[in-house]
T-cell receptor
Framework: SQTIHQWPATLVQPVGSPLSLECTVEGTSNPNLYWYRQAAGRGLQLLFYSVGIGQISSEVPQNLSASRPQDRQFILSSKKLLLSDSGFYLC?????????????FGAGSRLTVL | GQNIDQPTEMTATEGAIVQINCTYQTSGFNGLFWYQQHAGEAPTFLSYNVLDGLEEKGRFSSFLSRSKGYSYLLLKELQMKDSASYLCAVSDSNYQLIWGAGTKLIIKP
C-alpha cells in the first residue's frame, strides 16, 4: 500500500530564516506530487506540483521554491521566511494519468513565522 | 474566474441528517470531490462525482448536477466524530483542483 510521510510536523521560525519541508511517498512510482498551503478560513492554495523528477510547476509567485531530487521525494524551501509564510503546509500525491485525480495528503506541517 | 462556494459553518444534532451544498463555476469540469478534514489534520478523500446523480457510500452520499453547477454531501445518522470541515473541490479542464474554503460542521449531542 502507498504511504506518504511529511516532516517536520510543527516548526516555529524567525523572519528571515530558511525553511525546508520534506515529503516522501512509498509504494508507488512516478506519482504526481503537490505542495499546498492552507490559511485559516480559506481554501487550499496550490503552491507547486510535479509530474516527474526535476519537473516543477509553480502556481503562485512568492519566496518559496520546490525541488524533486528523486522520484518520490518533494521538498519545499525558502531562503528567507516572511511573516505571511505562516500556515499549514500539506504535501499530497496522486497517481499519474488518473482521471479521478484523488489526492492523498501527508499529515501536514504547521509553520509559524515570528 | 473560477469559484467554489460552500457555507462557512453548519450545526446539526447527533443522529440527524445534514446536507452540505457546494456550487461551482469553473473553466471545464472533470469531476467534483468531497474531502473531510478534522481540525489540525490533513484532508481525507470522501467521494468523487463526474456524472449527474447520487453516489452512496455508507452514511455518506454525494450528489452532482453538472447543468446547475451544484453538488451536495449528505451525511446521515450523524456521529460526534463527523465534526470536521468538509471541502468541496472541482477538477477543471486541466485536471487542476479548485478548492472551496470548506464547511465547518459542528455536531451537538
Amino acid at each position: 500500500s502507498q504511504t506518504i510521510h511529511q516532516w517536520p510536523a510543527t516548526l516555529v521560525q524567525p523572519v528571515g530564516s530558511p525553511l525546508s519541508l520534506e515529503c516522501t511517498v512509498e509504494g508507488t512510482s512516478n506519482p504526481n506530487l503537490y505542495w499546498y498551503r492552507q490559511a485559516a478560513g480559506r481554501g487550499l492554495q496550490l503552491l507547486f506540483y510535479s509530474v516527474g523528477i526535476g519537473q516543477i510547476s509553480s502556481e503562485v509567485p512568492q519566496n518559496l521554491s520546490a525541488s524533486r531530487p528523486q522520484d518520490r521525494q518533494f521538498i519545499l524551501s525558502s531562503k528567507k521566511l516572511l511573516l505571511s509564510d505562516s500556515g499549514f503546509y500539506l504535501c499530497a500525491w496522486s497517481a499519474l494519468d488518473s482521471g479521478a485525480n484523488v489526492l492523498t495528503f501527508g499529515a501536514g506541517s504547521r509553520l509559524t513565522v515570528l | 474566474g473560477q469559484n467554489i462556494d460552500q457555507p462557512t459553518e453548519m450545526t446539526a444534532t447527533e443522529g440527524a441528517i445534514v446536507q452540505i451544498n457546494c456550487t461551482y463555476q469553473t473553466s471545464g469540469f472533470n469531476g467534483l470531490f468531497w474531502y473531510q478534514q478534522h481540525a489540525g489534520e490533513a484532508p481525507t478523500f470522501l467521494s468523487y462525482n463526474v456524472l449527474d446523480g447520487l453516489e452512496e457510500k455508507g452514511r455518506f452520499s454525494s450528489f452532482l448536477s453538472r447543468s446547475k453547477g451544484y453538488s451536495y454531501l449528505l451525511l446521515k445518522e450523524l456521529q460526534m466524530k463527523d465534526s470536521a470541515s468538509y471541502l468541496c473541490a472541482v477538477s477543471d479542464s486541466n485536471y487542476q483542483l479548485i478548492w472551496g474554503a470548506g464547511t465547518k460542521l459542528i455536531i451537538k449531542p
